[in-house]
């Protein structure tokens, strides 16, 4: 089976590329002196071995696949220069298919010349793109003798005086006609020289220098350049925009779209230019209020609620409004009170007091319509709502009296327990508090922390409790400790600490050593990008059955710290693979690149349609609503084609007649985790489909199979 399919993947392959093999076995050109040869075996992730340097000139290239260099199944490969990429050599077109089953017995030649730089090869057998490496053509020795030649220009806004407002960007570049431009370095200020790979920008105040130099690839190291520059702050920006409201109202609302028992109101604000200072409203008339929550308005009747923003350069925004109605649920049937109980805790003398304090816990249960709240009186006083168990400290006899009443209005009889609270005696405290420190803030390779450290002191006493906290920072007088001490000075630290408690016992002194070092210049240029699509072309162009995105970023400064691709509209995921998409029809894929400072490259696309000759999927049923439903909860989840043809309402089939409501519950679980996987849903949004299939009635007695 394997050497049939192996068959039919050669014949395909050789078929799409009939000339690609032209150049090979040459034999009317004389043989070159260098013979280079790459072999391959039964691993399609790597060839079993391959050349990695090489000298310009004509070479002969080998490629061999074969019993011998460890193919036992009959894979085939193949031997491909990469011509598509700029970022490297593309002046030899290479492509050798081998097996150990063609006319050659899987050993191939061809010759070729070589120039000086980076040649990208791979393998280009479907699944066996992860095959591949890089080959560098150095000059040959003594062809080279003449340094490359360099230039700088310096960009950015200018004011009358010619001076760069804000920051200034210097863009090196290089050339060498004879080896090539192997690299370019730079020095601001007097640093030491580093890799060039992007134009450089520098934003900080005043008069700069930047010298620079670039070396070919035979080693030629051209004379030392400079470029002059100032930078100047820009004048700070005037705001005269108000910030932009607007707000939304949530809760259960009834078929009139009146809000039961409750609505909240939530109020937002944004200002693009100075910022937002602060938010107010006003609910039906009432003064003005500062907005620091969503607002809950729970009681019945119609509702106005204002809103309005200030920003922090005091722009206010016009005034908008919501308006909505609260009503009341409908009264439940309950005729029986709740039951109630009170227990009493803590620490008794022999005759059964509690010494200093006693806690009171009420419980109260209603099996109807529930419990709506618990209230309580301690000696005699009015009655209070019972939110947590209840501490009394105050010496002598008490009387809690409780009651607890249920959401249909019923109230529970009144009962009552007794206890008697006496005091402790005066504890005898001789031993000084525990005291600890720990050191926190960014730290480097070596364990320094960068641009400042933050010391935490904790004190604890078992007794008569902590007085207060001293510190002393490198040989200083103590000082009282109330919150935790940033240092920010660079060098070596010493900070000493020691804690009295109430009974006037000090700790002995201890300390915590740290090291505070400058922070390294910041990075503000995001990462480069670039993506590449493979797989089997139709005569259109089209990608038959699937296609193979292949996405890579670089990133000279932080480095490359995420790369996340969105399919089809998606949400951004994170990419860790090449993304295989064996969906038919069109198909648009972003993608983007974050480094390590938190830089992030603008989103680039490509799109490409695959094709397929297989049947159209039987779907359960059609609906193609624009979201997901679950019985008659919207989800707000996009109902998005799956990888089979159908929707995703069509396979959560919520308008079927289930077994039960756990049935239905159980099925939706099990298809947002297939489609989780296959990343048509992000985790958000399957978690939102799983909440509302267990909020529906679908599978309930009660529940309706009307149409949508």
Known sequence: MLMALMAVVFTAFALAVPAAYAAVNRAEEPAATQVLTWTAGDDYMKYTSAPTTAVAGKATIVFESSAATGNTTGLTHTLTFDVSNTDYNNDVSLNILASPFDSQGGRHTAEVTLTPGVYRYFCAMPGHQMMTGELIVTAAPGDDTTAPDTSATVSGTKDSAGNYVGSANVTLTASDAESGVAGIEYSLDGASYGNYAAPVAVNSVGRHTLSYRAT?????????????????????????TPPDTS?????????????????????????????????????????????????????????TLSYRATDKAGNISPVKSVEFTVVAPEPPKDTTPPDTSATVSG???????????????????????GVAGIEYSLDGASYRNYAAPVAVNSVGRHTLTYRATDKAGNISPVKSVEFTVVAPEPPKDTTPPDTSATVSGTKDSAGNYVSSATVTVTASDAESGVAGIEYSLDGASYRNYAAPVAVNSVGRHTL??????????????????????????????????????????????????????TVTASDAESGVARIEYSLDGGSYLQYSAPVAIDRAGSHTLLYRASDKAGNTSTPQSLSLTIVDSKPPTDCPETDDRSTVFTGSINTGVPNRVTTNGCTVNELIEDHRAWKNHGAFVSHVGEIVTTLRKEGVLDQREAALIKKAAGQSDVGMPNHSLAGR
């Not at 109101?265 to 003005?288: Q, R």
């Not at 390294?520 to 139709?538: F, I």
């Open 496 to 549: 000493t600490y020691r804690a009295t408690d109430k009974a006037g016992n000090t700790s002995p002194a201890q300390s915590v050593e740290f090291t505070v070092v400058a922070a390294p210049p910041e990075d503000r240029t995001p990462p480069q990008v670039s993506a590449s699509v493979s797989g089997t072309k139709n005569d259109s162009g089209d990608y038959v059955g699937s296609a193979t995105v």
């Open 247 to 303: 707000a939304t109202v949530s809760g259960t609302k009834d078929s009139a779209g009146n809000y039961v028992s409750s609505a909240t109101v939530a109020v937002t604000a944004s200002d693009a230019e100075s910022g937002v200072a602060g938010i107010e409203y006003s609910l039906d008339g009432a003064s003005y209020g500062n907005y620091a929550a969503p607002v809950a308005v729970n009681s019945v009747g119609r509702h």
């Open 216 to 240: 070919d690839k035979a080693g030629n190291i051209s004379p030392v350049k400079s470029v002059e520059f100032t930078v100047v702050a820009p004048e700070p920006p005037k705001d005269t």
């Open 347 to 369: 620490t008794k003398d022999s005759a059964g007091n509690y010494v200093s304090s006693a806690t009171v816990t009420v419980t109260a249960s209603d099996a109807e319509s």
